[in-house]
């Protein structure tokens, strides 16, 4: 063990033991070679030690974000991403009919707004945030929900106005993971509902792959919790964990896809600029494709045995 000037974020250790060092295997945004290192406490894990500001911000590529095109590629590419996110919008609408609260949803981190445009569809108030600009604006124009460019903890809204919040694969991308759950709990209503979802850790694939499992993203992902990590953050900032779930029709397949063959990810593809015809274009899709639905029974099995690949939370506050 060694001693650590960074404190843990969940049990305050400064003791901690090396696991693997990694680059940016999936985005290739550079060569440099980053160290995750694991809590000599609580196990949690985290990258050590993190990029500062300016540099993490350069392992963002500017065109992170699926802006449809009319290429018969992008409209499958859509058609595959609203079937794929049924499975967050059932969570969401099941955490919202749980609750008394009447405020708007809003998503933190809401990308390119497809999951507010497909809550939208069923009727529910939505508001969209994220960090980029350009993202805020592809999901106002083509989700047609307001979002803003902020960052939670300076959001522009009332405290106690919000119904649900929803964070999908934001948490493990913070500095201050509990700077964003303390303003989360600020801006929820009393019975509102938190919705969060991280990579778990815990899960098989990381068990098996390592350093391999997309689920590190090195060096985007700051930490990579499990999911009893997660509720502890999350107790320790003043939610009640409501219910849990281990799979993800949009994330564990893909997850695992991406993990064994990087190279066909499309949205790797999209960042790293491959050149393709459209041809082959819709060629690596579809092989994609193939690899996530013959990973789909093993992500399934690992979820029924509580070792998903995500976790996705619903939580109210105590
Ligand atoms: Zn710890």
């Not at 060629?283 to 029974?297: M, N, Q, R, T, W």
């Amino acid at each position: 063990m060694s001693a650590c000037p960074g404190a843990c974020l969940i049990c305050g250790s400064a003791r901690f033991a090396p696991l693997f060092t990694a680059s940016d295997r999936l985005y290739h945004t550079t060569a440099k070679l980053f160290s995750v290192v694991r809590c000599g406490d609580c196990g949690l894990i985290r990258l050590h030690p993190p990029p500062a500001p300016d540099e993490l911000h350069r392992y963002y590529p500017d065109n992170y974000w699926f802006a449809p095109d009319s290429s018969a590629a992008s409209r499958l590419e859509e058609a595959y991403r609203r079937l794929v996110l049924r499975d967050h919008v059932r969570f969401a609408a099941q955490a919202i009919a749980h609750s008394r609260a009447h405020g708007p949803l809003l998503d933190a981190g809401c990308g390119g707004g497809l999951f507010l445009g497909m809550m939208r569809q069923r009727g529910v108030r939505v508001l969209g945030l994220d960090y980029s600009r350009e993202a805020a604006a592809i999901a106002w124009r083509r989700q047609q929900a307001p979002a803003v460019c902020a960052t939670l903890d300076a959001a522009p809204f009332r405290a106690g106005s919000i119904g649900a919040l929803t964070m999908f694969h934001v948490l493990e991308h913070l500095y201050d993971p509990r700077a964003y759950l303390t303003a989360a709990r600020e801006l929820l209503e009393p019975d509102g509902r938190l919705i969060v979802q991280v990579p778990n850790a815990a899960c098989w694939q990381f068990r098996l792959l390592g350093r391999r499992w997309n689920g590190v993203d090195v060096p985007r992902h700051i930490f990579d919790f499990r999911g009893r990590d997660m509720e502890m953050l999350l107790h320790g900032c003043g939610f009640e964990v409501v219910r849990r779930k281990y799979f993800s029709l949009r994330d564990n397949p893909a997850g695992l896809a991406s993990s064994l063959a990087h190279w066909l990810d499309p949205m790797a593809r999209r960042v790293r600029r491959i050149r393709e015809s459209g041809g082959t274009r819709l060629a690596k899709d579809l092989a994609y494709l193939a690899l996530v639905a013959a990973s789909l029974p093993f992500t399934v099995l690992e979820a029924a045995f509580g070792a998903g690949s995500t976790v996705m939370i619903e939580a109210r506050r105590r």
